[in-house]
C-alpha cells in the first residue's frame, strides 16, 4: 500500500506543501529571485505593505468585491433555485416553474466557460463604441451613448463584479437547487395550508433550512472573489482600471513578482491575501454559528408543527388555484426569461462576429454579417497560433487528467480502505490543499520548478496541475471508496488477487460513477487553469489555451484582427460546451451529490 500513497503524496509535498512553506520564508526576506543572496529583513515587507498605498487601496477592493459578490450571487441564487423548485402553484403538490429544467441548464453553462474567456466576452460587451451592452440600451430607448463601462471610474468596478456574479449564478442555483429538493415537501405544503406566501416561505423556511449550504456557498465565492486575479486581467490587460480602481492583491502581487522583480516583497503580499481569506471564513463561520444558535430552535419547532398541521389536513378537500398563481408564474418566467437572455445573448453575439470581417465587427456589430467568413476560423487556427495553442492544452490537460485521476484514485483508495499510522494526518493535508490560496505559493513554485529545469515545459506544468488537482480528487473519490462493500475485497483476497489487481479489476470498477464525476470537473479546471500557466509557462511555444487567448486579446489597439479574435474563443469554448451538452445531467447530479454529503 506504500507504492499507491508514495508517489501521490511526494508529488503534493513538492509542489503544494513545499511551496507554501517556502512562501512564509521567502516573506521575511529581501529576495530579487535571481540571486544566490536571500538577505534577511524580518518582518520589514509587512511594514513597507502597512505604508503601500497602492496595495491598501487593492485591498480595500478585494474587500468590497468579497462582500459585494457572494452576497449578489447567493441572493440570485437563492431566488432562481426557488423559483425552479417551489415557485409553481400555490396548493396541491410542490412544484416549481415549467421549463425550470431548460433555465437551470443554460444558466449553469458559464460556470463551465474559463475565466479568462468570459472576461474577453464581457470586454466586447462592454466596449463604448461596438460593445453589445451600448448597443441594447441605446437599441431600446436608453440613450446611453458609447459610455465607457470599463474606462469610467463610477461603473468600472461594479461592472467588473457583475462579470464575476454572471459566472457563478448558475452553479450555485444548481447547489441551492439540490439543497432545497431535500427539504420534505410535506413541509412546504403545510406552511402554504396555514396561509404563508411565497416571500414567507423562501425566509422562514428555505433559507434556515438550507443554512449550511449557504454558508458553504459564502466561503467559496468569498475566496474566489478575494482572488478574481482573472476576470480582472481580462478586463483589464494592462491591470488596475482607470486610476487602479479595479485593482485586486493578485494583481499587485503579480506585477511585483513577476515585473518588477520583488519576490521577496511579493510573497509577503501573498501571505497577507492567504489571512485575509482565512479571517473572511473564520467571520463567515462565526456569523452562521450566531444566527444559527439564535434561529435553530425555532426553525425546528416550526418544522414539526408544519408536519403536524400537515397530517391534520391530510384529508383536506384541495383548495381551488390562488388567484395569485397566474400572476405569480408570469412574473416567475418573465425574471428567469430575462436572466436566460442575459446568459445566452453574449455567447450568440461572440459566434455571430466570428463569422464577419473586423471592419463588421466595429462598424456593423449588430447586423448579421454580408458575407460568412469561414476562413476566420482558419486564421485562428494558423496565424494566431490557436492550433498550437489548443495542441498543448491537449497534451497538458490529457496527461494531467490520467495522472491525477489514477494517482488522486490510488491515494483516495488506501486512504478510505485502509488503517496505518499518519492515515488521517495525509487526509487531512489534501483536505488542507483545497483551501491554501494558490497565490501564496505561487513565487516559491516559480522558483521550485526552475531549480529542477521545469520551468516554462509542458512536463513542468502537468506536474504542477496534478499537484493542485490531487486534493480535490482525493477528497471526493474518498467516499466513494469508503463506501464500497467490505465483502467485495474479501472475497478478491481469499481468490488470492494481490493488492494491485483487487484494486485496478475490482474496487475501482466499482468506483466507476465516482471516477466519471470527478474526471469531468477536473477536466473542466484543467482546461480552464489560468494562473498556473500564466506564471509557470513563460515560453510562448508552449502556451496553452487560456495563454494564447490572453496575449491574443491583449495585442494593442485595432490592429487585432476581431474577426479571428472572436473565432479563437468559440474555438476555446467549443471543447467545454461540448463535454458540458454531453454530460450536463452527470455534472448537476454531482452538484447535488455533493451537497448531500
Known amino acids: 500500500m506504500l507504492v499507491f500513497l508514495a508517489l501521490p503524496v511526494a508529488i503534493f509535498l513538492i509542489f503544494v506543501i513545499y511551496?507554501?512553506?517556502?512562501?512564509?520564508?521567502?516573506?521575511?526576506?529581501?529576495?530579487?529571485?535571481?540571486?544566490?543572496?536571500?538577505?534577511?529583513?524580518?518582518?520589514?515587507?509587512?511594514?513597507?505593505?502597512?505604508?503601500?498605498?497602492?496595495?491598501?487601496?487593492?485591498?480595500?477592493?478585494?474587500?468590497?468585491?468579497?462582500?459585494?459578490?457572494?452576497?449578489?450571487?447567493?441572493?440570485?441564487?437563492?431566488?432562481?433555485?426557488?423559483?425552479?423548485?417551489?415557485?409553481?402553484?400555490?396548493?396541491?403538490?410542490?412544484?416549481?416553474?415549467?421549463?425550470?429544467?431548460?433555465?437551470?441548464?443554460?444558466?449553469?453553462?458559464?460556470?463551465?466557460?474559463?475565466?479568462?474567456?468570459?472576461?474577453?466576452?464581457?470586454?466586447?460587451?462592454?466596449?463604448?463604441?461596438?460593445?453589445?451592452?451600448?448597443?441594447?440600451?441605446?437599441g431600446i430607448g436608453i440613450p446611453i451613448g458609447d459610455f465607457a463601462w470599463l474606462g469610467d471610474v463610477r461603473t468600472a468596478l461594479p461592472a467588473s463584479m457583475f462579470v464575476i456574479i454572471w459566472s457563478f449564478v448558475g452553479f450555485y442555483t444548481v447547489l441551492f437547487v439540490a439543497a432545497i429538493k431535500g427539504i420534505p415537501a410535506e413541509t412546504y405544503e403545510a406552511v402554504r395550508l396555514d396561509g404563508a406566501g411565497r416571500f414567507r416561505t423562501a425566509f422562514s423556511i428555505t433559507v434556515p433550512l438550507i443554512r449550511d449550504t449557504v454558508q458553504t456557498g459564502y466561503i467559496y465565492l468569498g475566496i474566489a472573489a478575494l482572488d478574481a486575479f482573472v476576470y480582472m486581467t481580462a478586463l483589464f490587460p494592462n491591470a488596475g482600471g482607470p486610476n487602479n480602481t479595479t485593482l485586486v492583491m493578485s494583481q499587485e502581487l503579480f506585477i511585483t513578482a513577476f515585473r518588477k522583480g520583488h519576490f521577496g516583497y511579493a510573497t509577503a503580499m501573498g501571505v497577507v491575501l492567504a489571512v485575509v481569506t482565512l479571517l473572511f471564513a473564520a467571520i463567515v463561520f462565526g456569523v452562521n454559528r450566531l444566527l444559527a444558535g439564535s434561529d435553530k430552535e425555532t426553525a425546528d419547532d416550526r418544522h414539526d408543527r408544519s408536519r403536524r398541521s400537515a397530517h391534520r389536513r391530510a384529508d383536506d378537500r384541495p383548495r381551488p388555484p390562488h388567484p395569485g398563481d397566474a400572476v405569480a408564474g408570469v412574473l416567475s418566467h418573465l425574471v428567469m426569461i430575462l436572466w436566460t437572455v442575459i446568459i445566452v445573448l453574449p455567447f450568440l453575439w461572440v459566434l455571430m462576429s466570428s463569422f464577419k470581417t473586423t471592419k463588421e465587427i466595429l462598424h456593423s456589430p449588430f447586423a448579421l454579417p454580408a458575407q460568412w467568413k469561414f476562413d476566420n476560423y482558419a486564421n485562428a487556427w494558423t496565424t494566431s497560433g490557436v492550433g498550437s495553442y489548443f495542441a498543448n492544452t491537449l497534451i497538458v490537460v490529457g496527461s494531467a487528467l490520467v495522472l491525477v485521476m489514477l494517482l488522486g484514485a490510488m491515494c483516495a483508495y488506501v486512504l478510505a480502505r485502509f488503517r496505518f499510522i499518519g492515515n488521517r494526518a495525509i487526509y487531512y493535508l489534501m483536505l488542507a490543499g483545497l483551501t491554501f490560496p494558490i497565490f501564496l505559493a505561487i513565487v516559491p513554485l516559480f522558483f521550485v520548478l526552475r531549480s529542477i529545469g521545469l520551468l516554462g515545459t509542458l512536463p513542468g506544468l502537468i506536474l504542477t496541475y496534478v499537484a493542485f488537482a490531487l486534493p480535490f480528487t482525493v477528497f471526493f473519490l474518498h467516499s466513494f471508496f469508503r463506501a464500497l462493500p467490505d465483502e467485495i475485497y474479501e472475497a478478491a483476497q481469499i481468490d488470492g488477487a494481490s493488492e494491485w489487481r483487487t484494486f485496478f479489476q475490482v474496487m475501482l470498477p466499482m468506483a466507476r460513477p465516482g471516477m466519471a464525476t470527478v474526471a469531468i470537473f477536473n477536466f473542466l479546471g484543467l482546461w480552464n487553469q489560468f494562473l498556473l500557466p500564466v506564471a509557470l509557462n513563460p515560453d510562448q511555444n508552449n502556451y496553452v489555451l487560456t495563454q494564447g487567448m490572453a496575449s491574443f486579446a491583449s495585442q494593442a489597439g485595432y490592429s487585432v484582427d476581431f474577426g479571428a479574435l472572436m473565432a479563437a474563443v468559440v474555438i476555446t469554448v467549443a471543447p467545454v460546451l461540448v463535454v458540458y451538452v454531453i454530460f450536463q445531467r452527470q455534472l448537476q447530479g454531482s452538484v447535488s451529490q455533493g451537497t448531500m454529503k
Open 19 to 138: 511551496p507554501f512553506i517556502l512562501a512564509g520564508y521567502y516573506s521575511l526576506t529581501d529576495w530579487s529571485g535571481f540571486s544566490s543572496d536571500i538577505p534577511f529583513i524580518g518582518i520589514a515587507n509587512y511594514v513597507k505593505l502597512a505604508q503601500d498605498d497602492i496595495f491598501q487601496h487593492a485591498l480595500v477592493n478585494n474587500i468590497i468585491i468579497a462582500v459585494v459578490v457572494p452576497l449578489v450571487t447567493i441572493v440570485l441564487a437563492l431566488a432562481f433555485a426557488s423559483l425552479i423548485t417551489v415557485a409553481g402553484r400555490s396548493h396541491g403538490n410542490v412544484q416549481g416553474i415549467r421549463a425550470s429544467a431548460l433555465y437551470r441548464t443554460l444558466s449553469f453553462f458559464p460556470y463551465c466557460v474559463p475565466a479568462i474567456v468570459i472576461g474577453i466576452i464581457w470586454g466586447f460587451v462592454y466596449d463604448p463604441s461596438a460593445g453589445l451592452l451600448n448597443g441594447v440600451l441605446n
